[in-house]
């Protein structure tokens, strides 16, 4: 895929930086010297771990650049370092894991959280949010459109690069020998947009990339054309003509 665009992100940025305000609010941490926001994108959600804590070293890493830049022009006090999750190791004595919408990218991401959790000093906390959207028409929709149209090979290995987050029973089984105290949830958000249009610009800035970047200029309109209509059916009106886009999330805090 092409690089996130910060820009595109952060059309939405109340709406998506919700989530983070509702994960921190549990964090059980009166003080912390060392936070990570693993996938931090534009510092939207570092910022509210930098205000919670203004005395921490706070770190943010992500994979893209475009983000990386938003967030250290943001936030010049905080560092923020390109790296990959997947490979990358926490510092010793690193108080919270902070990590909003990340690991459902992540390939084998229980067994992330594993490693992430077991690297925590006692005391240490991993706080994570995924959207568990798959299931939704939002994202129902880019897999239909996928393979109906003159794109369906091209789009064939790129249109699922989600699975399915496992049942919360299997995070339990995962984590919960590793630390004292776990939490997990689910929330559903029903955000307030102004039309279906909205919804379309919501995901183009995340599950809609895999879609329609490998696609030249003529065919992503053509897709977009086509998932605009089916969105526009899907979510229908309220009375003032606005929709709600369903949003269910699922949320972790695990204690070391």
Not at 34 to 45: E, L, M
Not at 99 to 114: D, E, K, S, T, Y
Request: a neutral charge; aromatic letters at 8%; hydrophobic letters at 45%.
């Amino acid at each position: 895929m092409a690089d996130w665009s910060a820009e595109q992100y952060l059309k939405f940025e109340d709406e998506r930086t919700r989530p983070s305000r509702d994960l921190l609010a549990q964090v059980p941490l009166a003080d912390a010297r060392r936070v990570v926001d693993i996938g931090c994108g534009p510092g939207n959600s570092t910022e509210l771990l930098a205000r919670r804590w203004p005395q921490a070293a706070v770190t943010g890493i992500d994979t893209s650049a475009d983000m990386l830049r938003q967030a250290r022009e943001r936030l010049p006090a905080c560092t923020f370092v390109e790296a990959n999750v997947a490979h990358w190791v926490p510092t010793e004595n690193t108080d919270l894991l902070f990590a909003n919408a990340i690991f459902q990218w992540v390939p084998g991401h229980l067994r992330q959280l594993q490693r992430l959790l077991g690297a925590l000093p006692p005391g240490g906390v991993l706080a994570v949010q995924m959207p568990d959207n798959l299931d939704e028409p939002s994202h129902l929709l880019m897999r239909e459109v996928a393979h109906l149209g003159p794109w369906r090979k091209q789009l064939a290995d790129k249109a699922r690069v989600r699975d399915t987050l496992p049942k919360p029973g299997a995070y339990y089984e995962a984590l919960s020998p590793l630390c004292t105290r776990l939490e997990i949830w689910h929330t559903i958000y029903n955000h307030v947009l102004e039309d279906a249009v909205a919804i379309v610009e919501w995901v183009k800035g995340t599950g809609l990339r895999p879609f329609v970047d490998p696609l030249e200029p003529p065919e992503r309109k053509q897709y977009l054309a086509e998932y605009t209509a089916r969105i526009a059916a899907s979510y229908l009106p309220q009375a003032d003509g606005k929709v709600l886009l369903r949003f269910p999330r699922f949320f972790i805090v695990a204690v070391k």
